[in-house]
């Protein structure tokens, strides 16, 4: 109970005693001169006692309820902090599973490319002699051999482009080391020194993210060789 509460209930009560009249009682509590029951005051005051003691009790009550409701609440808003932290970081932990097994899956397929374009090479050098008159046969088995390489390779590419695998424009432009590994030298004096002449082995990007360097050889200057 407020201090304004209280105030307003002596003030009452005090009122009350004033106007109260001890001629108007006898001294055995029997009947005032209006005919109404006499006022014990000390029963009043053991009541308001008790009541005072009662609302104190519901007061305490009502704190530790809410206290124990806040403690609630506080745990259950830690456990929610908990748990999206951990979700969070089991996503994570998946996304990043998941793109390891994607990573060494097109690594896998690069060098099957890289297997495949090798045997497209071999099969481009090849120019049928006079000698494949005499084997018609054979050389139509060669032609449809080698338009199957060239279908399966340009499906493969097509699939690494979808997955934006594209790759590294090595030959013509400076060595950069963040793409690229120099695994020899040549001596091209109408090259620039450092220019890339030659790949080996094509490096490849996913997005931004660097994929297989490339292996190249290097352009040097006579006089550095």
Known sequence: MDTDAKERLIEEFRACLEDWDDADADGNGSEDKGGGPEVNLALLFAELSVLRNEVRVEARQFKTALGDMRTLTEMLTEQNLRLSRD???????AGSAQRQTERRLLLDMLDVRDRIGAAMGVFSAYRPGWLSRLAPTE??????????????LGRL???????RVRPIEAVGGRLDP????????????TRAPGEVLSEVRRGYMRDDELLRLAEVIVNKRESEA
């Open 87 to 93: 979700l969070e970081r089991a996503r994570e932990a």
């Open 178 to 189: 963040n793409t690229m590994r120099a695994i020899g030298t040549n001596v091209d004096e």
């Open 157 to 163: 590419d097509d699939v690494l482009t979808e997955r």
């Open 139 to 152: 050389t139509r088995l060669a032609q449809g051999l080698g338009d199957g390489i060239a279908l399966t």
